[in-house]
């Protein structure tokens, strides 16, 4: 596959403070590839300065084998922007809008018709073409401002927190979308804190913290770089003191989180982890309420990474 | 592309209407007011007639010619001067203090005025007093070269006031007409507002609608290049209401200079336009305090050109002439001016020379801020 | 005293536009309280003017030089067209004559020539300036007409112009500032107005935007009190700006600012200020919209200055425009700086009429904060 984009040892300071630390990724061509990381981490910078709106102090952007500069319209005209705001114009309908973005690409008057209805189609704003923005609830203006940014059908799309405050069913209306737009031959960088969503869109994971990547890969790749391949939590009927030192005992168990009457028990990777504690508890004559046996999330990775949760 | 952006700029602009109806609601509104407070003043004759106390003693009654004159500047007719009241001089003294009459006269051994400070009305009462004294020495002295003349009935003449001097002034040009001069100046720097507004549509690192074009395909100057000729069309129709309702609805005679005074405040429009481009590049400040710094400046350039007092102009031409130069409103209050006042263009010329070349440096300095195209901070 | 809290965090960050407007006003300020130069007491100052004279140096014409050069400042200029017309432009000259060809001859044989003049319109000295010429020149024209050869109506004209009468000032202890003063405080309705009502009517915009509204609204805390908080955060404001107008005051005049009359200004202008408070308070909680805002408070500032007679003296503005002006506030303020300017003894009859416009101020104060109670009500209906 190619590269689409290719980052190359970006270093970015605000004064003192670096935004970017070397940071250093690529992306393939037909990926939708997930930025992750919680407030503040770098994401936004990352694409500011992998569009040219921001300065950066060291390192290389390419993007389609091109160097990346404000001029690069090349380049331009085949990427798709999705901000973390919205940004339309007030006085300006849906469609003149959409409209009127696409037509800073695509100078056909005909094509470009086609395109916002297509546009307008994809992230189902068909009832509301000719309202203004202002009359627009904040789920639908999201997906106009989507729909201001893909119109174009651009080969690569870069989408900054696009579904931060949205109601549900906008949510999936967005992501939707997205992968409607992938399986038609965009590639994606998606940038979020929610990582039920990354594991649900993307094909592979970046995740980024202080302005470095601090892993990369698939969501089975991320999961395998930690040591805990199993969560199960039991609520007991009562508690006693020597519950805690019992279970720390049993094969594969790394640690466990106490809070109340509830453990919870991360296993390492081994066969019948959640068999053998149900064994070991009706064994000990441990009476419980619940128990159940999770996977990892991402948010293990992130918390095992960096020592602190996604979303603070 | 240019057509494109054009029209849909169009829209957004004529779809504010906050902005373009204030935008135009104001001068017209403050050329009313201005119209409602000069409205008598330019007819320049009209004042009330003058509080003044006579001390009503002895040399007082003596004096016959001078208490006919009183009395006949006191008749409630048109002509009428004074007010008078005949006291006593303690009392006159009260009154003066306090400030119910201008000043009192006492006779003595000479006519004296007494007064507390010196302004319009005291003026008036010297004058008068005066030209009684310079009569009644011009009777002595036409008696005593010529008695036979008295009889001729020489000193009549000096009842009718013949107007020796004929003022040839092009145009009765007055103070108020200067005073809408700097409203329209001021009016035409105003279109520095549109600009800022516009710019910060298209600027990334002022709104988020301007990342959305800069990531966009089309070179940056287009989008902006287009933004500003549809503000600055919609302003320049904004001054031409203005001069509308100037000349047909409040009768202000401008003179009938039509094509110059189009050509002048188109001029003076990009000057404006041209202002709030580069307020808009040379600071990376919210659009507020951009809004605020460009009020304050276009307001200080009118407040030098004379909008809120007229000698602050000429004070400004005596003592810093250079300021006069580069001063946008000084040249298209001058240039409007001069179009009324002067035979040639000269002038007039000259100022919309000035605001060209003003306007070049404008956008030069903003293209060399313009240039930068990525930001150190969004 | 969340309400107040959460107002100085919004004041913060205008401080920067504050600051350029009070910088801004200042300067406007001074600059007018300093410009006042040409002004309504032309008798002491003489205007400037220049000549061209077409006839023979006659006796006459001497003797119509030597009148003009008592009553004036005589400029040399050079015969051009355009740069006496520059030279009026600029007000280097006031008025300028052109004395015609045999001008002396006809004017002796008892025919009535004409001097062209040219002047600056509906300026006093130049006004003056012709009532003294044609009064000088119907003089000559009974002398002549008396008989009297030039030399004659020379002597005769020298001898009529010492007639002067005698003017007598009392009170001249007066401190000589006050005027100024009362000019800079008169500029000032328009510093303030312009001043207070764009802080405070953007800080309240801010602060009324439509969500925090809502969330004030829908909060424990009454219409009133949130209000009343709000008062006192823009009372803060006002108070400083006041301020900062008392010290440029000081700095400008000194220790007259510390004379009773001085001391009137202080106070009548720091009436005036809250009552411009009053005003932003209003327009920030009526006015939706941020342009909106920037217009009418140029109406308001701009508009009412001229009206009331901040800029162009009131006693040049006509009857009616006065009798209009009385419904704005400015009026009120302006007239009593020039009641206070004019003020020489202390007493309760003079203080009086001083006290009667403070409490019309107060009356208008009360009356926007009123209105402002009543306008946040009936919209709390309808957000």
Not at chain 1, 183 to 191: R, V
Not at chain 2, 77 to 87: E, G, R, T
Not at chain 3, 160 to 167: A, H, I, K, M
Request: with cysteine; glycine share 4%.
């Amino acid at each position: 596959m190619k590269n689409v984009i290719e980052v190359k040892k970006i270093t970015k300071k605000y004064g003192e403070f670096k935004a970017l630390d070397n940071l250093q990724f690529n992306v393939e061509e037909g990926e939708i590839v997930g930025l992750l990381g919680p407030n503040g981490s770098g994401k936004s910078t990352s694409i500011n300065c992998m569009l040219s709106l921001l300065k950066f102090d060291k390192g290389s952007i390419k993007i389609f084998d091109k160097e990346m500069t404000p001029e690069s319209y090349e380049t331009k005209s085949k990427i798709g922007v999705i901000f973390q705001d919205v940004a339309v114009f007030e006085e300006l309908k849906v469609y003149e809008n959409i409209d009127y973005f696409c037509g800073l690409y695509i100078k056909d008057k005909h094509v470009r018709e086609e395109y916002v209805e297509e546009a307008i189609k994809l992230v189902g704003l068909n009832e509301f073409k000719n309202h203004l923005p202002k009359q627009l609830s904040g789920g639908l203006l999201r997906r106009l401002n989507i729909a201001c940014g893909i119109a174009h059908k651009p080969s690569l799309i870069f989408l900054d927190e696009p579904t931060v405050a949205v109601d549900p069913q906008s949510r999936n209306n967005i992501l939707e979308g997205i992968k409607k737009l992938n399986k038609s031959g965009a590639t994606i960088i998606y940038t979020t804190h929610y990582m039920e969503e990354v594991e649900q869109l993307c094909d592979r994971i970046l995740i980024i913290d202080k302005g470095k990547i601090i892993a990369n890969g698939t969501k089975e790749e991320l999961k395998g770089i930690i040591d805990i391949a199993e969560k199960v939590t039991v609520e007991f009927e009562e508690l006693e003191k020597d519950y805690i030192d019992k279970i720390k005992k049993q094969r594969n168990v790394l640690d466990i989180d106490s809070k109340n009457n509830t453990f919870k028990i991360s296993y390492k990777k081994g066969k019948n982890n959640l068999v053998n504690l149900i064994n070991f508890l009706s064994d000990e004559k441990i009476k419980y309420n619940k128990i159940y046996s999770e996977l990892p999330t991402l948010n293990d990775v992130f918390l095992e990474l960096t020592g602190k949760e996604l979303r603070d | 592309m240019f057509k494109h952006i054009f029209n849909y700029q169009f829209k957004t602009l004529v779809r504010s209407k906050e902005m373009w109806f204030w935008s135009l609601i104001f001068p017209l509104v403050l050329a009313t007011f201005f119209n409602l407070a000069f409205s008598n003043m330019s007819s320049g004759t009209s004042f009330s007639s003058v509080n003044i106390a006579v001390v009503n003693n002895e040399e007082f009654q003596q004096e016959n010619h001078f208490k006919e004159l009183i009395e006949q500047l006191s008749q409630d007719n048109d002509d009428k001067i004074f007010n008078v009241k005949y006291i006593d001089e303690k009392e006159a003294q009260d009154l003066l203090k306090n400030n119910e009459i201008s000043g009192y006269i006492i006779v003595q051994d000479n006519i004296n005025l007494v007064f507390k400070n010196v302004g319009f009305n005291q003026t008036i009462v010297k004058s008068v007093v005066d030209s009684y004294y310079q009569t009644m020495s011009v009777m002595k002295n036409v008696y005593k070269h010529n008695p036979e003349a008295i009889k001729d009935g020489v000193l009549e003449l000096l009842g009718e006031k013949h107007n020796f001097l004929k003022d040839t002034s092009n145009n009765d040009v007055d103070v108020m007409v200067s005073y809408f001069y700097a409203l329209i100046a001021m009016v035409c720097l105003y279109g520095a507002n549109f600009s800022v507004f516009m710019v910060s549509q298209s600027e990334a690192n002022l709104s988020k609608k301007g990342a959305r074009t800069s990531v966009a395909p089309t070179h940056k100057f287009k989008v902006i290049a287009a933004s500003l000729l549809i503000a600055l069309i919609i302003h320049y129709l904004e001054v031409l209401l203005l001069l509308a309702y100037l000349t047909f609805v409040l009768g202000i005679n401008f003179g009938n200079q039509i094509i110059p005074i189009l050509i002048l405040t188109f001029f003076g429009c990009i000057a404006g336009s041209t202002l709030g481009i580069i307020v808009s590049y040379t600071n990376r400040k919210k659009e507020e305090v951009k809004i605020a710094i460009t009020m304050s400046i276009i307001m200080f350039l009118s407040f030098l050109s004379g909008l809120m007092i007229f000698n602050i102009k000429y004070l400004v031409a005596q003592h810093v002439p250079i300021l006069g130069y580069i001063n946008p409103a000084t040249m298209i209050s001058d240039a409007l001016y001069s179009l009324y006042y002067y035979e040639t263009y000269e002038q007039f010329i000259f100022n919309v020379v000035s605001l060209i070349i003003f306007s070049v440096i404008m956008i030069i300095i903003s293209y060399m801020f313009m240039r930068r195209k990525k930001y150190d901070s969004i | 005293m969340t309400v107040f809290k959460n107002y100085l965090k919004i004041v913060k960050q205008f401080i920067p536009t504050m600051l350029i407007y009070i910088v801004i006003f200042s300067v406007f300020a001074v600059l007018a309280s300093s410009s006042n130069q040409e002004s309504t007491d032309f008798a002491m100052t003489k205007p400037n003017i220049a000549i061209i004279n077409n006839d023979s140096e006659t006796v006459f014409i001497n003797t119509i030089l030597y009148y003009l050069d008592e009553n004036s400042n005589i400029i040399e200029i050079e015969n051009d067209i355009n740069k006496i017309k520059d030279a009026l432009y600029y007000n280097e000259i006031n008025f300028f004559l052109e004395i015609p060809e045999n001008f002396t001859r006809d004017f002796m044989k008892g025919n009535e020539p004409q001097i062209k003049t040219k002047k600056i319109p509906n300026s006093y000295s130049s006004i003056y300036m012709e009532m003294l010429l044609n009064r000088m020149l119907n003089i000559s024209k009974v002398y002549a007409k008396a008989g009297m050869t030039e030399e004659q109506i020379q002597v005769s004209i020298k001898e009529d112009l010492t007639q002067e009468s005698d003017v007598i000032m009392i009170d001249s202890n007066a401190p000589s500032k006050i005027r100024q003063i009362s000019t800079f405080y008169n500029f000032t309705n328009y510093t303030f107005l312009a001043l207070s009502v764009s802080i405070v009517a953007m800080v309240m915009h801010a602060f009324t935007s439509l969500k925090i509204k809502r969330r004030n609204y829908i909060s424990s805390t009454s219409i009133k009190n949130i209000n009343s908080q709000l008062f006192m955060g823009n009372f803060i404001v006002i108070s400083l700006i006041w301020l900062i107008f008392a010290v440029i005051a000081f700095a400008m005049y000194g220790k007259d600012i510390f004379s009773t009359q001085g001391i009137l200004f202080l106070i009548n202008s720091f009436i005036f200020c809250i009552t411009t408070l009053s005003i932003g308070f209003l327009l920030g909680i009526t006015i939706r919209s941020k342009e909106a805002i920037n217009g009418i408070i140029n109406i308001v500032a701009l508009g009412s200055s001229f009206l009331a007679g901040a800029f162009v003296p009131q006693e040049l503005l006509g009857d009616f425009v006065l009798s209009i002006a009385r419904v704005l506030p400015s009026y009120w303020f302006i007239v009593n700086n020039n009641i206070i300017a004019d003020l020489s003894v202390m007493s309760f009859n003079n203080l009086q009429p001083i006290i009667f416009n403070i409490f019309i101020l107060v009356g208008y104060t009360i009356l926007f904060f009123v209105l402002t109670n009543v306008i946040t009500k009936l919209r709390q209906k309808s957000i």
